[in-house]
């Protein structure tokens, strides 16, 4: 089975509870497992925590999709974000936003996965 690490920055107690969940029974069906690595409730030190944790993306709870936590800048890895009212879900890609449903996370969390390193 193929680890998704990932980490939480500012991702509210509620959607990290769906992200657990709902996301990670999804990506099971497609023998992946979702990995939270870390959950970070501040921006101070991100770049560091990142680099210790060598996660394989990223997901940051309400942001404008232009104003990024800085640290964040850097990091080698696909960061997903969600819209500051929580309905889209923004990346990895520049112009990547989805409607944010259990089966849109669950997608861009697989397409993710698929295109990691298995050995990394």
Same mark, same amino acid.
């Given at each position: ?93 520049? $112009? $990547? ?24």
């Amino acid at each position: 089975m193929r680890a998704l690490r990932t980490i939480l920055l500012n991702v509210p107690p509620l959607l990290a509870d769906l992200i657990r969940r709902a996301a990670s029974v999804r990506l099971q069906q497609s023998d992946v497992s979702l990995t939270i690595a870390l959950e970070i409730a501040d921006d101070r030190g991100i770049a560091e925590r990142l680099q210790t944790a060598a996660p394989d993306l990223v997901i940051v709870g309400q942001v404008d999709a232009e104003h990024l936590p800085p640290g964040l800048a850097p990091v080698p890895v696909p960061v997903l974000a969600l819209s500051t009212d929580m309905t889209r879900l923004l990346g990895p890609k520049p $112009d $990547d936003v989805a409607e944010l449903t259990p089966a849109s996370l669950a997608a861009a969390l697989l397409a993710i996965a698929q295109t990691r390193d298995p050995t990394s």
